[in-house]
């Protein structure tokens, strides 16, 4: 039988939607289930957003662009960039993609050869992990702590950094643990990227979605021009998941070898997607602040219900819309509390470990539901442990 590609066996997806499945699953057999697994905005798409992208569609802008990326996009990216992180990125360092995951895959495709090594945290997002196997790298873990509000710690780094280390990879917001790395972190990270002479990728997809701290960036040290990597996208604070828009900024000799990545893989990000991208930066930015009014809300009301949990501890998170509360004291690993969750409470969530072997001893709560899903979820986990 002809065999697949080593990398091919490498490659591994994510747990939230095997959990979302076997939910499906329970609901189609009539039961009721209430949903903390997936991370996506609970609201739709801005009314302004949506137009924009049908207005797309109906005056005829569904062919080929640039891969690149349309230039009016790349313009509103480099404002954006301006006026968010504090440096003016060049039209040549800005990509286009179709969601953010590309830009995560590409860039380490660009970067990474077999046998190098990637820093990367844990618990963090999976699809790190996933590619660094892909491309025949070896993942080093800087476990996230929960003494340390779960941020990762730049002596972590330092301690991890050797003659195969070729990239770092940095999340904040973050995924799973809602932490957000401060100024003086972000810092350290990118003089030590400077000092090694490696790579920085940094995931900023919840750049927008900090309660009451800032958000900042490795980037600014270099402005994304030597060793620095700017990923964002559209999908959650502009509730865009399905549009699939993301982008890039590279410094110009990697961005030039990204676009001939977008060719090969995809050839152009769809056209009526960047038009409702121009109209998000461009546009009415209030429904941003309205939607962390609420999500801060949700945030509060379930950090205090799990904390009501006997067996549950849970700390308040500073970014992005995950709760990630330690269960520990239940006397059950993340994957059978996930389980007991699921089938006998009737809430789907993951299990920790999902992210990585650091989470074990916790769970990932999305609270980007309803308040009184909320409550519901607390009461029946409370009762399933009766």
């Known amino acids: 039988m002809v065999q ?31 949903h903390f697994e997936i991370g996506e905005p609970d609201m739709e798409t ?36 301006e006026t968010t992180r504090g440096y003016r990125p060049d039209l040549e360092q800005i990509i286009i993609t179709p969601g953010l ?29 996933s590619v660094t196997s892909f491309v025949g790298a070896k ?15 730049p002596d972590d780094i330092k301690g991890r950094i ?8 940095v999340n904040s917001p973050q995924n799973p643990t809602g932490s957000v790395m401060t100024k003086s972190e972000m810092e350290v990270i990118a003089e030590l990227a400077e000092e090694h002479d490696i790579y920085v990728v940094s995931d900023e997809i919840y750049s927008k979605m900090t309660y009451d701290t800032g958000h900042y960036t490795p980037t600014s040290r270099d402005e994304a021009k030597e060793r620095t990597v700017l990923l964002d996208g559209f999908s959650k604070y502009y509730a865009m998941t399905g549009w699939r828009l993301g982008y890039m900024v590279a ?23 960047q038009w409702a991208g121009v109209e998000a930066l461009t546009g009415d930015q209030s ?31 500073k970014g992005a819309f995950y709760a990630f509360p330690n269960i520990k004291k239940t006397g059950m690993s993340s994957q059978e509390c996930a389980g007991h969750l699921l ?44």
């Open 287 to 317: 429904f941003i602040p309205d939607m962390m009014a609420r999500f801060k809300e949700k945030r509060d009301r379930i950090v205090e219900g799990l904390n009501s949990i006997p067996g549950f501890k849970c700390q308040t998170p």
């Open 162 to 169: 050797t003659k195969k280390t070729k990239l770092i990879i």
């Open 139 to 153: 993942g080093v873990l800087v476990p996230l702590l929960e003494e340390n509000e779960f941020r990762m710690n």
């Open 4 to 34: 697949l590609s080593k990398g091919a066996n490498r490659i591994y997806g994510e747990a939230a939607f095997e959990v979302l499945a076997k939910a499906q699953e329970l609901e189609g057999q009539g039961k009721s289930i209430l």
């Open 343 to 386: 089938y006998k409470a009737g809430v789907a969530t993951l299990p920790g470990t999902a992210f990585g072997p650091y989470g074990e001893g916790y769970l990932r709560f999305s609270y980007a539901t309803t308040l009184k899903n909320i409550d519901a979820a607390v009461n029946n986990i409370q009762g399933s442990f009766e």
């Open 251 to 273: 410094p110009k000799r990697m961005a030039e070898r990204l676009q001939d990545f977008l060719v090969s893989a995809v050839s152009c990000t769809a056209a009526f997607t």
């Open 46 to 81: 801005p009314k302004n957003i949506a137009h924009a992208g049908i207005r797309a569609i109906q005056n005829r802008k569904t062919h080929y662009v640039p891969s690149i990326g349309l230039m009016e996009l790349r313009k509103a990216v480099q404002n954006e960039v």
């Open 101 to 129: 995951k590309p830009g995560i895959f590409f860039s380490m495709l660009a970067v990474v050869n077999p046998g190098d090594e990637v820093i990367y945290q844990d618990p963090g997002y999976p699809t790190y992990g």
